[in-house]
């Protein structure tokens, strides 16, 4: 536990033991301190009093102790770092006490002491450029408004609950304040709250055109958000001002991969990797963007050096799994073991690890071990998401009510008429990539990937509505003009030209799509859409086992998979009967039973002729960013269809929570 609730004994109790400490009653405060331990052996503000209190009794030994046992748990807290560097320099030890005080700041930055200290020690050891480095944060710091400046440090500690109620405080006593209103965006962006960081930071970059830290901070949000080419202008003018900043070329590269130009990322992350070649972040990026061009054994390398690089990386371990034909060593399975069950290792870490171990057991076929790891991967993950399932089934419900047959008929012949896209959509983990490599695999189809600019409109329809934020919400969409659905529909187009070439004709595989199959016919009257559907045991289960790189949130919970699955059968029935014809279902174990018939079934409905090379899919080179990017380079196999039988003895709640759609999917 971080910290107990305020309104808790023992949060009370450790209220009362700081107030000890500060007071200097240093042995009855440790004394307290210590017993209330025995209840709360992990929380973070009671070590931390423990071990500051020690150093103030010249214990410094037993407070580096505590400490050690707090950086355990709590890895990220600064005043850990800024108490060791204290005691440090109790113990005239001034590198030492340096390196603790940088990493204080450098997780914290508005930790003056920290910084005041630093300013000191650097000044006595004659390094005066890092001693002018300190000297402009104090400065910062203290030209900022003390609420800020406690606010920066709580958000940077973790506390963003008490970080915003101070700057919203602070806001509404004082009026608008850049570096509140970008904080305050932070605090917004780290929980997902998305829409409501975006207009927080354009707020602030309104007040602050060239406030090149909160422009960044706007082109991370934008990238968040899959928007590459709105991003690439803002990144593209930080550039020009600062071309050699690490930070921005590495958003420049992340902006490349999310508009499919693979080749210069890798140009990028490799310039990156050789002034910084111990980032094991920038060995994964690389990984990735080597992975999606199908250099595989390259992606590998790059991945296990990462893993060398930091142990417990869990990114880098799921990484190498997700790979999917690549089987770790039973020495790297102990070693992932090892690291998972480390109290040192973050929830993130822990996760991936997890995700990786129930891919590492499943090759060996040992399947209770391997779903251990999976459930348990899955119930961390779900802690940290915000899917509300219920949420999404009464939004199903709203888009069934308004979208019916007497509304489209409403809306005939609105949209713009270009007939170019073909969307796939569906379930994630579904086939879709697959029926997507068959596409790209003819002369006329342009692949691209998992574009976001429907979901992009809709957010923007959503927003635009005062009662509504939703994009999932029909009665925005209820309340466009014929002239809207027209202007939507070529911005749609104009978008997506970044992500094409000249071919007539493009493909859009973002499978959460089918829940604006009703704005795509408004917007788009012409356009093809597939429905790429998976029976839901093999579906749903695939899912289970799968760690997104971001979204899909209710992945993590075999209940809440099983409604999203009800629940997109529930829509898609809808949209059926109030468009017919408007889709094509393709269900992937008839092409994996038939390929030849199905490949002429899905072409005939876009309008294009028959081409053999759409047999040969996995002979088609281009860049695939999604799971099953290996998947797509082998010839049909069969293994997906019954794969999720060898976890049958852990299933049946999944199948009793699907019901009906065990049959229903057929319809």
Excluded at 235 to 251: F, G, T, Y
Excluded at 303 to 331: C, M, T
Excluded at 437 to 463: F, K, M, N, W, Y
Aim: net charge neutral; proline share 5%.
């Amino acid at each position: 536990m971080a910290s107990a609730p305020a309104s808790s004994p023992i949060e009370s109790e450790v209220h009362r033991i700081r107030e000890l400490s500060r007071s200097g009653k240093h042995r009855e405060a440790l004394a307290a301190a210590e017993s209330l331990a025995n209840r709360a052996p992990q929380n973070r503000d009671l070590l931390y009093l423990i071990a500051s209190n020690q150093r103030c009794l010249n214990r410094i030994q037993d407070a580096l102790a505590t400490l050690a046992l707090l950086e355990q748990h709590h890895p990220r807290f600064s005043l850990l770092y800024q108490e060791r560097g204290a005691c440090f320099l109790t113990s005239r030890d001034a590198p030492r006490a340096i390196e603790a005080f940088s990493r204080a700041v450098s997780i914290n930055p508005a930790l003056t002491t920290s910084w005041i200290t630093l300013d000191r020690l650097y000044r006595f050891s004659g390094d005066e450029k890092n001693a002018a480095v300190a000297a402009e944060q104090i400065s910062i710091l203290r030209n900022l408004p003390s609420e800020i400046v406690q606010a920066g440090s709580l958000f940077s500690d973790g506390a963003l609950s008490a970080a915003e109620e101070i700057l919203r405080a602070y806001l509404a006593k004082a009026g608008d304040h850049v570096e509140a209103l970008r904080l305050l965006a932070r605090i917004k962006h780290q929980r997902g709250a998305l829409d409501e960081a975006e207009p927080l930071l354009e707020s602030v970059l309104k007040l602050a055109p060239n406030y090149s830290a909160a422009r960044a901070d706007y082109a991370r949000l934008l990238i968040e958000q899959q928007k590459y080419p709105q991003v690439l202008e803002v990144i593209e003018s930080l550039l020009a001002a600062e071309p050699r900043n690490p930070d921005l070329v590495s958003l420049r590269a992340a902006v490349c991969v999310g508009l499919g130009r693979q080749e210069e990322a890798l140009g990028s992350y490799r310039r990156l990797l050789r002034a910084r070649p111990e980032s094991s972040e920038l060995h994964v990026a690389l990984g990735h963007s080597l992975r999606s061009l199908g250099r595989q054994q390259d992606a590998i390398e790059s991945y296990q050096k990462a893993a060398a690089l930091r142990p417990n990386f869990g990114d880098a371990y799921w990484s190498l799994a997700n790979l999917k034909d690549y089987r770790f060593s039973q020495a790297g399975i102990a070693h992932m073991r090892a690291e998972e069950a480390a109290p040192a290792t973050s929830a993130v870490d822990r996760y991936h690890l997890c995700f990786a171990l129930g891919k590492a057991y499943e090759d060996r076929d040992e399947y209770a071990d391997s779903w251990r790891f999976y459930e348990r991967g899955n119930k961390l993950k779900r802690t940290e998401c915000r899917y509300d399932p219920e949420a999404a089934e009464a939004i199903t419900r709203r888009q069934i009510e308004v979208c019916n047959a007497r509304f489209f008929a409403e809306r005939a012949g609105v949209g713009a008429p270009h007939g170019d896209p073909i969307f796939v959509v569906g379930l994630p983990r579904s086939g879709s990539t697959l029926l997507e490599q068959i596409l790209a695999s003819h002369s006329q189809v342009q692949g691209t990937q998992e574009l976001p600019d429907i979901h992009c409109i809709a957010r923007e329809i959503g927003r635009s509505q005062a009662k509504t934020n939703d994009p999932h919400d029909p009665d925005a969409l209820a309340a466009l003009t014929p002239e809207d659905f027209h202007r939507f529909g070529e911005s749609y187009i104009a978008s997506t030209r970044h992500y094409r070439s000249a071919k007539p004709f493009f493909i859009d595989k973002m499978p959460n799509n089918f829940r604006h199959i009703g704005l795509i016919h408004l917007i788009l009257p012409n356009a093809k859409i597939i429905d790429a559907r998976r029976e839901p045991m093999a579906c749903c289960f695939s899912n289970f086992k799968q760690l997104f790189a971001g979204g899909q949130e209710f992945t993590y919970s075999i209940d809440d998979i099983a409604r999203y699955y009800r629940n997109y059968l529930d829509l898609m029935c809808h949209w059926d009967a109030v468009l017919p014809a408007k889709t094509l279902r393709v269900r992937y174990e008839d092409v994996v039973q038939d390929l030849e018939t199905n490949v002429r079934r899905i072409l005939d409905f876009c309008g294009l002729l028959f081409e053999p090379g759409c047999l040969r899919f996995h002979k088609t080179e281009r860049s695939v960013g999604t799971p099953s990017s290996e998947q797509v380079r082998q010839p049909i196999f069969h293994s997906g269809l019954t794969g999720w039988r060898n976890y049958r003895p852990w299933l049946a709640p999944l199948k009793a929570a699907l019901g009906d759609a065990l049959i229903r999917y057929r319809e």
